[in-house]
């Protein structure tokens, strides 16, 4: 399995993982987050991405206000600039989101360590289903994400899941 913890795995992928690659290292985006244990997460650390897939990038902070510090201070500048508090899960969360180079970026952060996140727990999941499916599934989860599907909803449908699908994604049994 990849380790998705560390981004190097992106240098020997598809062309749009060694691009991401190339920006989030000539950025030093992971390095300037590493207090926040970032993880890219989503669709192109997988190869489900789509056209215009983000960047995800989530984090674990101790302190919120020290966490929006840091983003503002290392982002505020960045093409389109938003950051913004919200709750999700009962969870506070803070969401900024910016472009860079080719990329939108979505930085997220919790009082939640990454590796317990809902984010990256779906995307460990879904690689390990599109590990044991054919790439006739792959190419089904692409064409529904290119319809505007979003990415659980969409491995929701062609499992037959019902219900809160992003739940009975974390209790899917491969």
């Known amino acids: 399995m990849t380790d998705f913890t560390n981004i190097s795995y992106l240098k020997t992928g598809n062309q749009k993982q060694q691009l991401a690659f190339e920006i989030l290292s000539k950025h030093k985006i992971m390095e300037n987050l590493a207090d926040f244990d970032p993880i890219l997460v989503g669709t192109i650390p997988i190869n489900i991405d789509i056209e215009n897939s983000d960047l995800d990038i989530i984090c674990y902070w101790k302190s919120k ?28 969360s803070v969401v900024a989101n910016f472009y860079i180079d080719a990329f939108e970026i979505e930085i997220f952060g919790q009082n939640v360590p990454t590796e317990l996140q809902n984010g990256y727990k779906h995307m460990i999941i879904e690689d390990k289903i599109l590990h044991s499916k054919d790439e006739n599934f792959r190419l089904q989860i692409i064409k529904l994400k290119q319809k505007g599907i979003k990415t659980e909803p969409a491995f929701g449908l062609l ?3 019902k219900g809160n699908i992003y739940q009975e994604l974390l209790d899917f049994k491969i």
Do not use: A, C, P, W
């Open 65 to 92: 206000s020290d966490f929006i510090e840091r983003i503002k201070m290392l982002f505020e500048k960045e093409t389109d600039f938003t950051l913004r508090e919200i709750v999700i899960d009962n969870q506070e």
């Open 159 to 161: 499992l037959g899941l």
